[in-house]
């Protein structure tokens, strides 16, 4: 299974950019998915994921500015990144949970997802 991520770029702090995950694999966004991202120096952290059902659930310091959503017609996931601030430079991963069930106190955790994609850099200028 591929994850293909696309959409990073340079961006001026206040700017937006929008991601875009397509899991090779048809059914795979009818599960969880997620968004990590990994600065220069720290640890992968986690950013966003949703559901099979629609619901999303983000890290507080996105909350507000980034949405996740999925397009099941495209098999694709996004993360819309609004007001984007210096530190939410990194470079951007997408997950999978694959065939697992991710239930709700693992969904931060990146050993909880499956599938990795090769990560997108986002950088914002200040």
């Known amino acids: 299974v591929q994850l293909q991520a696309s959409g990073g770029g340079l961006v001026q702090a206040g700017g937006s950019l929008r991601l875009s995950c397509a899991p090779s694999?048809?059914?795979?966004?009818?599960?969880?998915m997620g968004w990590f991202r990994q600065a220069p120096g720290k640890e992968r952290e986690f950013v966003a994921a949703?559901?099979?059902?629609?619901?999303?659930h983000y890290t507080d310091s996105v909350k507000g500015r980034f949405t996740m959503s999925r397009d099941n017609t495209k098999n694709t996931v996004y993360l819309q990144m609004n007001s984007l601030k210096p530190e939410d430079t990194a470079v951007y991963y997408c997950a999978s949970a694959g065939d697992r069930e991710i239930i709700l106190s693992s969904i931060r955790d990146s050993d909880a997802y499956a599938y990795w994609g090769q990560g997108t850099q986002v950088t914002v200028s200040s």
């Open positions: 949703i559901r099979w059902t629609g619901t999303s």
């Open positions: 694999e048809r059914t795979f966004t009818r599960k969880t």
